[in-house]
C-alpha cells in the first residue's frame, strides 16, 4: 500500500499502513469490554474483544519498530485465540490483494474479498452467522457500490451502515445467538475494526456507541460451556513444522482447532485440557513464540459477574486480591481488578474496567500506595467522569464501598466514600519473608510480623499474640465493628476468641479473603 494522503479521484493514496493499523486498534479497544460480554459462540473462544484486539495491538507494535514490517507475519505471530486467528487471515488477505498500489473504490473491494476468501480457507468448517459471514457481506457490498466509482469517503460509510445491517442479521443465523439474543463477537469486532480504518479515512472520530451489550440477557453467558478448559494458542517456527501432519496430531488433544501458516511456520490455536502436550509437540518441531494459555471457565464466569451488575449512576472499580475478598467486594456493587501490594495492575487493566462499566461516572479503588499512581493515569486516559479515591489499604477500600450508592451521583458518592475510609483503622498480620529490622521490631524470617496502619508494632513466631498485638492497638478507647479478613489457608479462632473475652460489646465479623502473604487483615471502624 503506498503512502500519503487523500489522492485524486477518491483514492486512498498513500495512507500509511500504522495510521490505519493505529485506527482499527483504538476502535477494538473502545469496544473491547463490550464484544467480550457477546462471546456466547463459540462459546469456547474466550473473551473475542480481547483476543481481536491483542491481535491488532501486534501490528501496531511491529510497524512502530519497523514501518516496513510483514504485517501479515505479525498479525499472524500476535493472533490471540480463535477469533484473533482468524482476524489475522483477513488482514493477509487485504495485505496481499492491495499490493502496493493506491486504494480506491475498487481496490478496497478487492481487498475485502481477499479477506473473506482468505478467512474461509482458514476454517476447516466454517458457519455462517459469525464474523467470517460479516467478512463476505462486506466484500459483496464493495463489490456492488464499486461499479458506480464512489469516493472513498462514500465507499466506507455505505460499508459501515451495511456492516451493522450484516452483524444484526447474524442474530438469526445461528441457533445459540438466536436463543441467547445476541449478535456474533467476531462478526461486531470485525465491524468495529472497519469503523475505526473508516473515521481515520474520513478524517472524523470514533462514534459515541451504545453498548453492544445493552439489553443482554445473563441467559447469554449461561450456554453450555466447551468440554475443554483451556484456550491455548502459539507460534512455532522450525524446518520440521508441516501443517498438515501437526494438525493431525493436535486434532487428538481438544476442539476449536486452527492451524495456519505453511511448512516451516504456523499459527496454532486449539482448546484443550492438556496445552503442556500440546506445547511438547511444538517443541518438538521447533521454537515457539507468543504462547498463550486462558482459562475459558474463568473467563465466562468473570463475564457473568459484568452482566449482573445493575447499571447506576455512579460505578466502582476496586482492585482486589484473593477470591473471598473479591467476591465481598463483588457483593458490594464494585467491578473487581486482580491485583496488590505483591501484585500490582497496569493502567491498561484499570482503563479497560472503568470502560466496561456502563456508569458514566466511576470511582476507582487502588486499596495500596503502589496502585495509585497506575489508577490515576487510567483515570487521566478515560473519557468519563473518573475519580480516584486513593486507598492504601484492601480494608480502607472496604470501607469505602459500604457507603457507596450507585444510584448517587459521583460527588457524593465520594464524599461519603472518603468519609467512610478514613474512619477505618487498618492492621494486618504478614509472615515475614527473611530476617530484618522494621521499625525498630526484630523479626525473623518465617515468624509474623504484625503492622497497625503499615507500621510494625509485634513480632513473633506464633499468630495469637502478635495478632492479638495488633488487634488492641487498633481498637484504642473506642471502636464499634472488627472486620477481619482469613488469608489463604488461615484461621483466627484463638485471636477472635481472645477478642470476643477482652470486648464483649465488639461486634465482631469473620469472612474468607484468601489473600497471600497476609494470613490476617484487620480493619476497625
Request: net charge negative; hydrophobic share 45%; glycine share 12%.
Amino acid at each position: 500500500m503506498s503512502q500519503g494522503g487523500q489522492g485524486p479521484e477518491g483514492s486512498l493514496a498513500a495512507r500509511e499502513p500504522l495510521q490505519l493499523a493505529r485506527a482499527a486498534l483504538a476502535a477494538l479497544e473502545a469496544s473491547r469490554s463490550r464484544i467480550d460480554d457477546l462471546n456466547v459462540y463459540p462459546v469456547p473462544d474466550g473473551d473475542t474483544g480481547t483476543n481481536m484486539t491483542e491481535t491488532a495491538r501486534a501490528v501496531v507494535t511491529a510497524l512502530e519498530r519497523d514501518p516496513k514490517a510483514d504485517v501479515t507475519r505479525a498479525a499472524l505471530i500476535g493472533a490471540r485465540g480463535n477469533s484473533g486467528v482468524i482476524l489475522s487471515q483477513l488482514v493477509r488477505g487485504v495485505v496481499e490483494a492491495l499490493g502496493e498500489g493506491e486504494v480506491d473504490a475498487s481496490a478496497l473491494a478487492r481487498a475485502l474479498r481477499g479477506a473473506s476468501d482468505a478467512g474461509y480457507a482458514a476454517v476447516p468448517n466454517p458457519q455462517e452467522g459469525t464474523m467470517l459471514t460479516v467478512a463476505r457481506s462486506l466484500a459483496e457490498r464493495a463489490e456492488e457500490i464499486a461499479a458506480s466509482g464512489p469516493g472513498l469517503d462514500d465507499a466506507f460509510a455505505d460499508l459501515v451502515a451495511h456492516g451493522e445491517k450484516a452483524l444484526a442479521e447474524t442474530t438469526e443465523q445461528l441457533d445459540v445467538l438466536r436463543q441467547a439474543g445476541v449478535v456474533d463477537a467476531g462478526g461486531a469486532g470485525v465491524l468495529e475494526a472497519l469503523r475505526g480504518i473508516a473515521a481515520h479515512v474520513r478524517g472524523e472520530p470514533l462514534p459515541e456507541l451504545q453498548a453492544i451489550t445493552a439489553g443482554i440477557p445473563l441467559e447469554a453467558v449461561h450456554q453450555e460451556l466447551s468440554r475443554f478448559r483451556y484456550c491455548t494458542s502459539f507460534f512455532v517456527e522450525g524446518p520440521e513444522v508441516d501443517p498438515e501432519s501437526f494438525e493431525r496430531e493436535l486434532s487428538e488433544l481438544g476442539d476449536s482447532l486452527l492451524v495456519v501458516g505453511g511448512p516451516g511456520a504456523v499459527k496454532v490455536h486449539v482448546h484443550t485440557d492438556d496445552p503442556g502436550r500440546a506445547l511438547g509437540l511444538a517443541t518438538a518441531l521447533g521454537e515457539l513464540e507468543e504462547v498463550d494459555i486462558k482459562n475459558m471457565h474463568v473467563q465466562v464466569a468473570d463475564r457473568t459477574r459484568r452482566l449482573e451488575r445493575e447499571v447506576g449512576v455512579t460505578g466502582v472499580v476496586a482492585v482486589v486480591l484473593g477470591d473471598g475478598n473479591r467476591r465481598l467486594f463483588e457483593s458490594l456493587g464494585a467491578l473487581c481488578v486482580e491485583g496488590g501490594e505483591t501484585m500490582n495492575p497496569s493502567t491498561a487493566d484499570l482503563l479497560a474496567a472503568v470502560e466496561s462499566l456502563g456508569e458514566p461516572a466511576v470511582v476507582v479503588l487502588p486499596n495500596s500506595k503502589n496502585v495509585v499512581l497506575a489508577a490515576e493515569q487510567a483515570a487521566g486516559q478515560s473519557a468519563k467522569d473518573v475519580t480516584v479515591l486513593p486507598t492504601q489499604s484492601l480494608q480502607s477500600g472496604l470501607g469505602a464501598l459500604i457507603a457507596y450508592d450507585a444510584h448517587l451521583p459521583l460527588d457524593q458518592n465520594v464524599e461519603g466514600m472518603k468519609e467512610a475510609a478514613e474512619a477505618v483503622r487498618a492492621g494486618s498480620v504478614a509472615v515475614a519473608s527473611r530476617s530484618a529490622s522494621v521499625d525498630g521490631v526484630e523479626v525473623g524470617e518465617g515468624d509474623f510480623l504484625g503492622l497497625v496502619e503499615g507500621e510494625a508494632v509485634a513480632s513473633g513466631a506464633d499468630l495469637v499474640p502478635v495478632a492479638t498485638s495488633v488487634v488492641e492497638r487498633l481498637l484504642g478507647d473506642s471502636a464499634d465493628v472488627l472486620t477481619v479478613l482469613l488469608g489463604d489457608g488461615a484461621s483466627a479462632d484463638g485471636v477472635v476468641e481472645q477478642v470476643r473475652a477482652a470486648h464483649p460489646d465488639l461486634d465482631v465479623e469473620v469472612h474468607e479473603g484468601g489473600q497471600p502473604h497476609y494470613p490476617l487483615l484487620f480493619a476497625v471502624e
